[in-house]
């Protein structure tokens, strides 16, 4: 999760969000590059009284500064699209869960089970406690299993909400009306944080997220744990 003056990605918990910082470093590499050619360049030529009569009209150096921008836009634009549909592909899921949003809560129900279904609400803070994670801990957290190919169905039953979790590089819209469709694999054990980012009302800053990723082994213990609830 994100911390006090953190300026730089979460620590990445499934294959997507790796992709997804490998390809941000790949832009940033490129950018600082021309940044710091054309600093150089606009330097130069402010403290630079001379001037270079070959370059005040050269046909060389503008088939240049046309042709080498529209490369660096391909180098970038590759990954990019392929990056774009890695992040819509489904390679046969072996667990679907529907969330639900609403205002303020989500719901998740584990279509592939029976009566494996609840509602998930912002939990009060409680100073007391030294590990309260303020604004972000839920009652009943998404509990899925590591190294398992999940679909996630997301929809919403009032307003637009935006199902998010930036450590596994997922979000999507929940729109009435319809279901919008995320595919992830999360890599590691862990809890997971996320928040609604669609501005839907009110107590829009109080419908938090949590993943907990957990063996398979516990994942089924959770489950039938859950149906006999």
């Known amino acids: 999760m994100a911390t006090w003056s953190h300026l730089g990605f979460q620590d990445s918990a499934s294959p997507l969000m790796e992709q997804l910082i ?33 370059l005040l009209e050269n046909q060389t150096i503008e088939m240049i500064w046309t042709i080498l921008p529209a490369i660096i836009l391909v180098i970038i ?16 899921p072996s667990l679907t869960i529907k969330t639900v949003g609403h205002q303020w809560y989500w719901s998740y129900e584990y279509s592939d089970f029976v009566q494996v279904e609840f509602d998930s609400y912002m939990t009060a803070t409680d100073y007391s406690k030294e590990f309260e994670y303020r604004l972000l801990d839920v009652d009943n957290r998404m509990v899925v299993p590591m190294d398992t190919q999940i679909r996630v169905l997301v929809t919403a039953a009032d307003v637009i909400h935006s199902w998010t979790v930036p ?5 999507a819209d929940a729109i009435p ?4 469709q ?11 944080f996320g928040q609604c980012s669609e501005i839907c009302g009110a107590n829009h800053s109080f419908m938090p ?4 990723s957990v063996s398979t082994n516990s994942f089924l213990s959770w489950v039938m ?5």
């Open 167 to 171: 450590a596994l590089g997922v979000k």
């Open 225 to 229: 744990a859950s149906s006999e609830d």
């Open 177 to 180: 009306g319809r279901l919008n």
């Open 77 to 92: 634009a590759l990954p990019s699209l392929r990056l774009l549909y890695l992040l819509d592909e489904v390679n046969s």
């Open 22 to 54: 490998f390809f941000h470093d790949h832009a940033m590499v490129i950018l600082i590059v021309i940044t710091s050619l054309v600093a150089y360049l606009m330097t130069s030529i402010l403290f630079n009284v001379l001037t270079n009569r070959f």
């Open 209 to 212: 997220i949590v993943i907990e």
């Open 182 to 192: 995320l595919s992830f694999v999360v890599s590691r054990p862990g809890l997971f």
